[in-house]
C-alpha cells in the first residue's frame, strides 16, 4: 500500500524506509516562484516534467519515494502512472493538500490505496501535537474539517486561523465562514471575540474549534448569535463550538453543503500511457 508520512523526512527514512524498497526517488530543485527551475517543460505546476521523469526512471509497480512531497506533484503522478509510492512531509498543512488533490484527482476511492502515518488518531495524541507544536496542530485541527489556513497579517486580520467558503445561491458569491482554533483553556471571551471577527469580517458563520470541552456558558454564548438563513431557507448555527473529541466522533460544521470551493479542486486524472520512455537529455536540455 502506498504511504503518506507526516514527519521529519530523515527519522522517516531511518524508521520506515528500508533501502531496497525503493526504486526512484524524486527530488525537486529548491524552490523560489519567482524562479523557472522547470528545464524539461514550460509549466508552472512540472506535472509533465515529473510525468517524463517518472517514465524514464521506473517501471509499474516499482515503488517511487518524494521525501519532501510538498504539494503532492510527484505523488499524483506516480498514482497516475501505476507507480507505488512513498511521500513524507514536515507539515500537516502539505499533507492535507496532497489529501485533498489525490481525492480530487482520483475520487473518494482513492483514499483505500494509501495510508497516512504520523497523523493523530486519539484524543491524546491530538494534546500531544498540540503540547509539541501549537502551530502543527492548528493546520491538522483545520484539515479536519477542511478549511484553508489563514495567512497571518497585522492588525484587521487578527483574530481569524483559518477560512472556509461555500456557495450557496445562484449569485457566484462566496459565502465564508471563519474559524478559531484553541488548544488550551477555552472561556466564554474566546466566544465574544470571535463573533466579533465575525461580524467585522461580515462572515456568515463562525466556528471555534477547541482541544478541551466548551464550559456551559460558552455554549449558552454561541447560541445568542443566532442562525444563518440559507437563500433556499436552512438554518445553520451562526457561531458553533466543535471539539477535537466530537470532530473525532464524526461531528462537523453546519452549514449549506451546496458548493465547497474553500480550495481550487486539482484536475481530474485522465488516461494516460504508463510505460516507460526515454528521458531525452541531450544539448536541448540546459543544465
Not at 475520487?107 to 503540547?131: C, F, H, M, N, W
Not at 461580524?199 to 449558552?220: H, Q, S
Not at 464524526?250 to 494516460?272: C, E, H, M, N, Q
Request: aromatic share 8%; hydrophobic share 35%; proline share 5%.
Amino acid at each position: 500500500m502506498n504511504q503518506l508520512f507526516y514527519g521529519d523526512n530523515l527519522k522517516v527514512l531511518r524508521e520506515h524506509v528500508k533501502d531496497e524498497s525503493v526504486d526512484l526517488v524524486y527530488l525537486d530543485p529548491p524552490f523560489n516562484s519567482r524562479q523557472d527551475y522547470n528545464v524539461l517543460f514550460k509549466e508552472h505546476d512540472g506535472t509533465k516534467a515529473a510525468s517524463r521523469i517518472i517514465k524514464a526512471s521506473s517501471n509499474e509497480g516499482d515503488t517511487v519515494l518524494d521525501p519532501f512531497c510538498g504539494c503532492g506533484t510527484a505523488v499524483a503522478v506516480a498514482q497516475r502512472l501505476n507507480r507505488n509510492w512513498i511521500g513524507i512531509d514536515i507539515t500537516h498543512l502539505a499533507i492535507n493538500l496532497i489529501k485533498k488533490r489525490l481525492r480530487d484527482a482520483f475520487g473518494e476511492e482513492v483514499a483505500k490505496t494509501y495510508e497516512v502515518i504520523g497523523e493523530p488518531e486519539s484524543l491524546a495524541d491530538a494534546q500531544q501535537l498540540a503540547r509539541d507544536d501549537p502551530y502543527q496542530f492548528q493546520w491538522w485541527a483545520l484539515a479536519l474539517v477542511g478549511a484553508r489556513p489563514h495567512e497571518k497579517k497585522r492588525g484587521a486580520d487578527a483574530g481569524i486561523d483559518g477560512r472556509l467558503y461555500f456557495h450557496d445561491d445562484k449569485s457566484g458569491k462566496s459565502k465564508q465562514i471563519i474559524l478559531s482554533v484553541k488548544s488550551g483553556g477555552v472561556s466564554v471571551p474566546f466566544v465574544r471575540d470571535l463573533r466579533g471577527v465575525l461580524d467585522r469580517e461580515k462572515a456568515e458563520i463562525g466556528v471555534l474549534i477547541t482541544l478541551e470541552p466548551a464550559t456551559k456558558p460558552m455554549e449558552k454564548e454561541a447560541i445568542s448569535a443566532g442562525f444563518y438563513e440559507s437563500p433556499w431557507g436552512s438554518k445553520h448555527p451562526r457561531l458553533q463550538i466543535l471539539t477535537i473529541e466530537t470532530l473525532f466522533d464524526g461531528d462537523s460544521i453546519d452549514y449549506p453543503r451546496a458548493l465547497d470551493v474553500t480550495f481550487k479542486k486539482a484536475p481530474r486524472a485522465k488516461g494516460a500511457s504508463t510505460g516507460t520512455i526515454e528521458l531525452p537529455l541531450g544539448e536541448d536540455v540546459p543544465f
